[in-house]
C-alpha cells in the first residue's frame, strides 16, 4: 500500500466512492434466495412432531381441527402448518388470566351497581 499525499487526496477519496458504488451495486444486484419448496409430509411423520398417536390425528382430521390436504386416499401435512396448529392452542398464564379480568372489570365497572 502506498503513502497517501495530500495532492493524491481527491483522487483516493474518489476511487474509494467508485469502489463503494461498485459494491453497493453488486449487493442490489445480488440475486434473492429462493424460498425453500416444502415438502409434504405423511401422517407417520406428524406423528413425533406433535406427540400425538395416529388415530388422534384421523379424529383431528375426520373433524377438520388439523390444517391436512388430500389427494386420492392419501392425507398430507405441512410442517409449518402443524407447527403453527400448535401454537394456536397456547393458553393464557394465571398473571394474563388476572390481567384480563382486572382490565375487563375496569372497563365495565358500571354495570356492577
Not at 36 to 65: H, S
Not at 68 to 88: A, P, Q, V
Amino acid at each position: 500500500m502506498e503513502t497517501l499525499k495530500f495532492e493524491n487526496l481527491p483522487s483516493a477519496v474518489a476511487e474509494i466512492l467508485k469502489g463503494q458504488s461498485e459494491l453497493k451495486a453488486l449487493l442490489l444486484n445480488k440475486e434473492k434466495p429462493q424460498p425453500e419448496i416444502e415438502v409434504p409430509i405423511p401422517i407417520d411423520e406428524v406423528v413425533p412432531i406433535t406427540g400425538l398417536t395416529k388415530p388422534t390425528l384421523y379424529g383431528y382430521v375426520q373433524r377438520n381441527e388439523i390444517p391436512y390436504h388430500k389427494k386420492g386416499n392419501r392425507l398430507y401435512f405441512f410442517k409449518s402448518e402443524i407447527i403453527d396448529w400448535i401454537k394456536t392452542g397456547r393458553q393464557k398464564t394465571i398473571k394474563e388470566l388476572q390481567a384480563d379480568a382486572d382490565a375487563y372489570l375496569s372497563n365495565n365497572k358500571k354495570g356492577l351497581k
